[in-house]
Antibody, heavy 112, light 110 residues
Framework: EVQLVESGGGLVQPGGSLRLSCAGS????????MHWIRQAPGKGLEWVGN????????YYVGSVKGRFTISRDNAKNSVYLEMNSLKVEDTAVYYC?????WGQGLFVTVSS | QAVVTQEPSLTVSPGGTVTLTCGSS?????????ASWFQQRPGQAPRTLIS???NKHSWTPARFSGSLLGGKAALTLSAAQPEDEADYYC??????????FGGGTKLTVL
């Protein structure tokens, strides 16, 4: 059974930082592009960014470029999302996914 | 950044057929955009139905199919069931740039 388990979410003040982690099991993790996708309360899905299988390429949506960084450790079957200079509008449920399997997501709330 | 457009809402009768579309402001959607389709029921995480335009997964009900139609990606649901009532999202890959979701289609089975 494939599992994707996100961790590291929570409440953070505007301007703060947070690091999300995602651990995968039951899949050939190192073969997949991994994506972070978010969903603000009551809104649609938004693609945040991705990383290629060997971690040498990353792409981001314009609104997070320069603030968010995606990395991975294939030895640990894990992908990470480093979020800096957080804004209220970054409040959302964050999912890590290879776009085939999905975890339950992680709440990130940016509020003072 | 390109804008991806979906019908905001559609209604289908039980047993009926409906087609959801996914267009791009950057031009025609082709197989090179590797469109994906996702279903999201209220309070649940998304579920992947279709990858790379028309590839189903083991869990994808046979009544769902993906295609290209008139310059757009399309998701066709045949013989709709009550449990198909959900939000549906398409995702388009823009090579070397990134990926963009459509705004989603709220499908009602009524």
């Amino acid at each position: 059974e494939v599992q994707l388990v996100e961790s590291g979410g929570g409440l953070v003040q505007p301007g703060g930082s947070l690091r999300l982690s995602c651990a995968g099991s039951g899949l050939s993790f190192s073969n997949y592009w991994m994506h972070w996708i978010r969903q603000a309360p009551g809104k649609g899905l938004e693609w945040v960014g991705n990383i290629n299988p060997d971690g040498t390429e990353t792409y981001y949506v314009g609104s997070v470029k320069g603030r968010f960084t995606i990395s991975r450790d294939n030895a640990k079957n894990s992908v990470y999302l480093e979020m800096n200079s957080l804004k209220v509008e970054d409040t959302a449920v964050y999912y890590c996914t290879p776009k085939v399997y999905w975890g339950q997501g992680l709440f990130v709330t940016v509020s003072s | 950044q390109a804008v991806v457009t979906q019908e905001p809402s559609l209604t289908v009768s039980p047993g009926g057929t409906v087609t959801l579309t996914c267009g791009s402001s950057a031009g025609a959607v082709t197989s090179g955009h590797y469109a994906s389709w996702f279903q999201q029921r209220p309070g649940q995480a998304p579920r992947t139905l279709i990858s790379s335009t028309n590839n189903k997964h083991s869990w994808t009900p046979a009544r769902f199919s993906g295609s290209l139609l008139g310059g757009k990606a399309a998701l066709t649901l045949s013989a709709a069931q009550p449990e198909d009532e959900a939000d549906y999202y398409c995702l388009i890959i823009y090579s070397g740039v990134g990926e963009v979701f459509g705004g989603g289609t709220k499908l009602t089975v009524l």
